[in-house]
T-cell receptor
Framework: KQEVTQIPAALSVPEGENLVLNCSFT??????LQWFRQDPGKGLTSLLL?????REQTSGRLNASLDKSSGRSTLYIAASQPGDSATYLC???????????FGPGTRLSVLP | EAGVVQSPRYKIIEKKQPVAFWCNPI?????LYWYLQNLGQGPELLIR????????DSQLPKDRFSAERLKGVDSTLKIQPAELGDSAVYLC?????????????????FGPGTRLTVL
């Protein structure tokens, strides 16, 4: 059974710092991996989707990498801003392209 | 383009009462998901529809939960009777499943969720 973990559970950084969020999964045979952002009391907003054949995806200040063999993905946020404060979740889709398994999220606070 | 729409946004009921949640996916999306999210945790899949067919409902507590997606568009999730432990956020998501010129596309998009409180 696929299990997804995210470390750290919470992170606080000063504005302007570059930071890395980690996502680990136990079954490396995945279909794709998706990173989301969730603001308090809101739904999930899709940030980046990485297919199993890809190594990374970039969108603005965000860069997500995928290393299937080691069961890891990282989300890199450059030049963090207070508006980046939210919970970041990763979700792994199983090898058959069927179900998503979510991690518990990393709660990020960017201090002005 | 309108996103995934859910209603109501909040619902407070007493235990043993029924409750229903409604979801309208992004137009053209063939796959619809219902998730449950407890505080401080990631969403957990309850049921997944491909068009009007429920292809995975293994995590749906069928003794009290039911869902339908008539005509393969909008969907309703029902709980009857509700229990105290059902208090959570119920999220709906949709995706367009398939393979295009640039590769497979299957990005999930979420609605704002319904926060249920059972007293």
């Amino acid at each position: 059974k696929q299990e997804v973990t995210q470390i750290p559970a919470a992170l606080s950084v000063p504005e302007g710092e570059n930071l890395v969020l980690n996502c680990s999964f136990t079954d490396s045979a995945i279909y794709n991996l998706q990173w989301f952002r969730q603001d308090p009391g809101k739904g999930l907003t899709s940030l980046l989707l990485i297919q199993s054949s890809q190594r990374e995806q970039t969108s603005g200040r965000l860069n997500a990498s995928l290393d299937k063999s080691s069961g890891r993905s990282t989300l890199y946020i450059a030049a963090s801003q207070p508006g980046d404060s939210a919970t970041y979740l990763c979700a792994v889709r199983d090898r058959y392209g069927q179900n998503f398994v979510f991690g518990p999220g990393t709660r990020l606070s960017v201090l002005p | 383009e309108a996103g995934v729409v859910q209603s109501p946004r909040y619902k407070i009921i007493e235990k043993k009462q029924p409750v229903a949640f409604w979801c309208n996916p992004i137009s053209g999306h063939n796959t619809l998901y219902w998730y449950l999210q407890n505080l401080g945790q990631g969403p957990e899949l309850l049921i997944r529809y491909e068009n009007e067919e429920a292809v995975d409902d293994s995590q749906l507590p069928k003794d009290r939960f039911s869902a339908e997606r008539l005509k393969g568009v909008d969907s309703t999730l029902k709980i009857q009777p509700a229990e105290l432990g059902d208090s959570a956020v119920y999220l709906c998501a949709s995706s367009l499943e398939g393979v295009g010129i640039g590769g497979p596309y299957n990005e999930q998009f979420f609605g704002p969720g319904t926060r249920l409180t059972v007293l």
